[in-house]
Structures are given as structure tokens and as C-alpha cells.
């Protein structure tokens, strides 16, 4: 049944309330708790119950924090790299070169720089090199290191890592593994086929982090100092946003923890970005993944393959600046390529009338370092897995991104041992492949049937889920700072969305060129509202010519902070006419 009545919104979204079992949740956690309703509303559909409400709201890495011996090849992988510190090896460290690797290896060189070892990073060049290792960049690194450390990368990487024999070689990764590992010294990987799966929701910087907490404990039993760990939070923080980890378990804590530690602007390169894109308030979960994040990726999907990687451990403020400015233009000029690609996706995707559970869309000479951005916007667009696939002659190289229930790494890897991919891995939400021109079509057949079989049920319609219903004067300072203290949200943990219903518009304005500010309330109080991106769709001029009519609004509480002032503000993500 829908919200309010509404089957079809302003922008054709239908809007679905909580449902029964949730309501009475929310009503039973109000009366054993007292928080208010809106609050209730939200931990109801979080699943937390009344005696767990105090401690989800407080999450701790003491109560959260796994052992991280409990992962195959931990120790292992611990005791050799901390020999090499001690010994002074020579170390190299071999990153992915989106944000997930680039702080894995931050990490990496920050510990080892307290023992005054300088690593060396290699990143590959995503066009020239692809995803992974590669035999001749191993081979190079081999001359001159008795240890690499492949971080966000290298588990299916067999032929790569079995080329070299005289460097030991350590895997820190959180991709989907194949049930035959590369031989190597340690390969540590949640998502191993012989490991439980408890841990399979962390990224590889998080993956990274609890070697150090292992390093850390066997430091201490022979009394050796050891790196301030809680320091290196932020990378971890910023790596589990940007790769759009979920948001659970001890997920919570390293992001609660680490936003904490960003608000110091105690890294360089970090703070050097942060102030060459204007934040000027409280680091939120909001800032890592569509702010910091989609920079530091720009350097790995079309310019500079380590820039990224670089600026988080630059130890040089005029230099961070550089790289900081750089990254933001590349930003620029990554937003444009999507855009041209993004068009002839939809379109291409949308003609697709065989498939009913995949979108994809295939071109020749898409940019590869943004069709996995492109992927998400059709993921978005349709509610379906989608893939999109940049082909130069007669190989294709893409990526793709999945929705809640589906597994894409598993059934791309699948494909692979099938023979319709030529290579394929990643995790359950975002993949990466590459594919033969002559069997694309079969390939996506194939996806689009292995998608249906594992028994998802894919509603490809637009909705909207609503948490509940508020009237301006509900919405505080005091609610706003209560909501956030259940989150941090993202995947697994959606924040939470609300509805103004029978709302007047006091105050309308158009702000840059696509972007619609203004202020509504009733009888109770106003609030003000933002609309990003109003005019690029339907939104912007209905509300423009709202008439003096009623209107339901929806979308996100935030806190807006401008010239020392803190105030309320929803964030408009959909609405409509009041009947």
C-alpha cells in the first residue's frame, strides 16, 4: 500500500511506508525507551530492539572489534612483515588505485614510517595495466624487494604472483576468492571460500588495519613500541564510505571512530582536500563518500594512476595543495565523460526488452576509468544490476554494480569458469570484467538468467521508503543530532527519510544554475530545504510553479552550518501535490 496515497510522484516514484511488524516496533521501542518516534521509526526498520538500542547508539571498537588472528593467514602475514620492519627490508607495496587502495597502502607506508622505513608504492595505470598485478610490474619490483604487499588486489591473481620467486609476497584483500589461491606467503581475505563469511562486509583497509592490531599485540608481547593506531582511523573510515562497504558491525565503529579523527585535519593531504572543495563543517559520512571520495578516485579512473595514493600520505602541505587542486580538476573532467556516456547507457539499456533482471550497455571507446560510475547511475536509473562496457577493437573491459540481494561477484566468476569472460572478479555489490566483442550478448544472457536464479526478487519499479511522518516543529537540532548518533548510514543502514505532509512554500530560490533553496511549514513551524540538482529533473520547475498548492515533501534531515550558525534543513529528494 502506498504512503499518503501516492502511487506516482513527482518524479513517477511510488512511496512505501514502514510496515506493519515495523510499526509496532517502533511504538513498543517508544514506550520501553521514551527516544522519540522518529527515532523509534528508524531503529525499528534497523532491526534494533530496545535492550541493544543504547549500545547501537554508542557503537565502541572495544565491544565490536574482531580478533583478528581468527582470519586464516593473519599471524602469518603479520610476523613476516614486522620482520621486515625490524630488519629494515626493502618493502614495496602494490595498490588498487581506487580510494580502498590507495588507504590500504597509506596505512602500509604510515606504519612502516615509524620504524623509518620508506615503502615503495606502485599503482597501476588502470588502461595500460588493468586491475591487479601483472607479471612484468612484479617482476620489476622483485630486482630491488624482498617483500611486496599487494593491498585491494591480488587474490585471483594467480599467474601475476606465481611469476616471482625470490620476494615473498603477502595478499591483503577483500575480493571474492576463487577456491584455489595464489601460492604465495599469505593471502588474507574474509571473502576466502575457507573462511566463515563473518567478516566479509569489511573493505581491504579494514582488512589492512587488523594486521596492524595483530602487529600491534605481538609487538607487545616482547614489549616493543608500536604506531597509534586509532590515528590511522580515518584512512579506514574514508576507504569503508568510498567502497561503499556496509555499514554494520564493527563497519560502524571504524566510521564513527574515524570521523572523529578527520575532524583534527590531523593528515595533510586530507585536510588539503577538504579545503580545496570548501567543507567548512563537521566531516559526515555525506563528505567521504560524494565529496573526498569521487576526487581520490580521479586520479586512478583518468589521470595519475598513484595521485590519489599519493596526497594521503604526502607529508608536504604545498605539495598536497598541488595534488589536491589536480584531483578536483580531474574530478571535473571525469563528471564530464560520464555525462556524455551516461546518456547513450540509459538509452541503450532501456532498449534492452530481453532482460528483466539485468540492465547493461556496451560502447566502443567509453572511457574505462568511469564506466563503473556510469554503471551505479544505471543502477540507480533502473533498480537493476547493470554493467557497462567500454570496448576498444575487439575486447571490452567494464564494470558493474549490484542491488541489495544479488550477488554480482559470484555470478560474474561464474561467467569466467564458463568461458563467456575472458577475466572477472570483485564482490557482491561492484565487479569489474573484461569480454570478447563475439560474446557479449551471450554473456549478458547468461548474467540476466544466473541473476534470476538465485531466487531475488528484483521490483524494478522506482520507490521511495519512508521512515515517517514530521511536522517542522518535530525537526531539531536535538532530533537531527539524535538521528545521527544511528548512523553512520550507507549500505545495510539507509538514512533515514521523511515526509512534510500538506506542506505551504514561504520561500523559493534558484541557486547556480540547477540547485532550488527554500522554505516551507504550517500551522506547527518552517523549516528550510535544499534541492540539489532540482532543474535536472521534474522537480525543480514543479516546485517553481507550485501555485500557492499544498505539497508533500521528503527527504533527508541534515544540519546546515553557515557563517557559525547551525539550522535544520531537509534535504528534498522527491515530493508532490497534495489532492
Known amino acids: 500500500m502506498s504512503y499518503l496515497g501516492i502511487e506516482k510522484s513527482i518524479l513517477a516514484k511510488k512511496w512505501i511506508g514502514p510496515n506493519p511488524e515495523q510499526e509496532r516496533n517502533q511504538e513498543k521501542l517508544f514506550q520501553e525507551t521514551g527516544f522519540p518516534i522518529a527515532l523509534c521509526a528508524v531503529l525499528s526498520r534497523l532491526n534494533i530492539d530496545a535492550n541493544s538500542a543504547e549500545k547501537y547508539l554508542e557503537p565502541t571498537l572495544r565491544e565490536l572489534m574482531p580478533d583478528p588472528s ?302 563503473g560510475i556510469v554503471a551505479s547511475r544505471l543502477k540507480e536509473a533502473t533498480n537493476l544490476p547493470s554493467i557497462v562496457i567500454g570496448f576498444e577493437g575487439v575486447i571490452g573491459k567494464g564494470s558493474g554494480r549490484s542491488i541489495s540481494g544479488v550477488d554480482l561477484g559470484f555470478a560474474i566468476q561464474k561467467l569466467v569458469s564458463e568461458g563467456l569472460l575472458l577475466t572477472g572478479g570483485g564482490h557482491k555489490m561492484a565487479v569489474g570484467l573484461s569480454v570478447e566483442r563475439k560474446n557479449l550478448e551471450r554473456a549478458m544472457d547468461r548474467l540476466n538468467e544466473m541473476i534470476k536464479q538465485q531466487g531475488a526478487s528484483i521490483d524494478s519499479s522506482p520507490k521511495v521508503n519512508i521512515d515517517a511522518l514530521l511536522l517542522p516543529s518535530a525537526a531539531t537540532l536535538e532530533l537531527v543530532e539524535l538521528l545521527n548518533s544511528a548512523g553512520p548510514y550507507g549500505p545495510g543502514a539507509k538514512a533515514p527519510t521523511f515526509v512534510f505532509a500538506n506542506m505551504q512554500i514561504n520561500f523559493l530560490k534558484r541557486i547556480e544554475t540547477s540547485h532550488l533553496r527554500i522554505k516551507f511549514g504550517d500551522d506547527t513551524g518552517s523549516l528550510d530545504a535544499i534541492c540539489f540538482n532540482a532543474f535536472d529533473t521534474e522537480i525543480g520547475p514543479a516546485l517553481e510553479n507550485h501555485d500557492g498548492r499544498s505539497i508533500h515533501l521528503c527527504g533527508k534531515l541534515d544540519i546546515n552550518q553557515w557563517r557559525g550558525q547551525r539550522n535544520v534543513q531537509l534535504r528534498i529528494e522527491d515530493a508532490q501535490f497534495a489532492s
Not at 225 to 241: E, G, H, R
Request: charged fraction near 25%.
Open 70 to 371: 581468527k582470519l586464516k593467514d593473519m599471524t602469518k602475514a603479520a610476523e613476516r612483515i614486522l620482520h621486515a620492519a625490524k630488519t629494515n627490508e626493502k618493502v614495496a607495496i602494490f595498490a588498487d588505485y581506487d580510494v580502498d587502495g590507495g588507504c590500504s597502502a597509506a596505512l602500509l607506508i604510515d606504519w612502516f614510517r615509524f620504524f623509518n622505513i620508506e615503502c615503495t608504492l606502485y599503482v597501476p595505470d588502470r588502461v595500460k595495466e588493468g586491475f591487479g598485478p601483472n607479471i612484468k610490474a612484479l617482476q620489476i619490483l622483485e630486482r630491488t624487494h624482498s617483500l611486496i604487499i599487494c593491498v585491494d588486489c591480488g587474490t585471483l591473481s594467480h599467474e601475476a604472483i606465481e611469476s616471482i620467486d625470490s620476494s615473498d609476497l603477502i595478499v591483503l584483500d577483500h575480493h571474492l576468492a576463487s577456491e584455489i589461491l595464489p601460492k604465495c606467503h599469505a593471502v588474507v581475505n574474509p571473502n576466502r571460500q575457507d573462511e566463515l563469511g563473518a567478516l566479509s562486509h569489511l573493505c581491504a583497509a579494514a582488512v589492512v588495519f587488523l594486521c596492524l592490531v595483530e602487529m600491534r599485540r605481538l609487538l607487545r608481547l616482547s614489549a616493543e613500541k608500536s604506531p597509534d593506531l586509532l590515528d590511522m582511523l580515518d584512512l579506514v573510515a574514508l576507504a569503508t564510505v568510498a567502497d561503499v562497504a556496509p555499514l554494520v558491525g564493527v563497519n560502524r565503529a571504524f566510521v564513527r571512530q574515524g570521523l572523529k579523527i578527520l575532524s583534527s585535519r590531523k593528515r595533510i593531504g586530507l585536510a588539503a582536500l577538504s579545503d580545496q572543495v570548501k567543507i567548512d563543517q563537521e566531516l559526515s559520512a555525506y563528505h567521504l563518500g560524494f565529496l573526498l571520495g569521487p576526487r581520490l578516485n580521479a586520479g586512478g579512473r583518468i589521470g595519475k594512476s598513484d595521485l590519489g595514493a599519493q596526497l594521503l600520505i604526502s607529508q608536504d602541505l604545498e605539495a598536497a595543495k598541488a595534488m589536491a587542486e589536480r584531483l578536483d580538476q580531474l574530478n571535473f573532467e571525469r563528471r564530464e565523460l560520464e555525462k556524455q556516456i551516461k546518456e547513450a547507457a540509459l538509452e541503450q539499456a532501456i532498449h534492452q526488452k530481453s532482460m528483466d533482471s539485468l540492465a547493461w550497455a556496451a560502447g566502443d571507446s567509453w572511457h574505462p576509468g568511469v564506466v
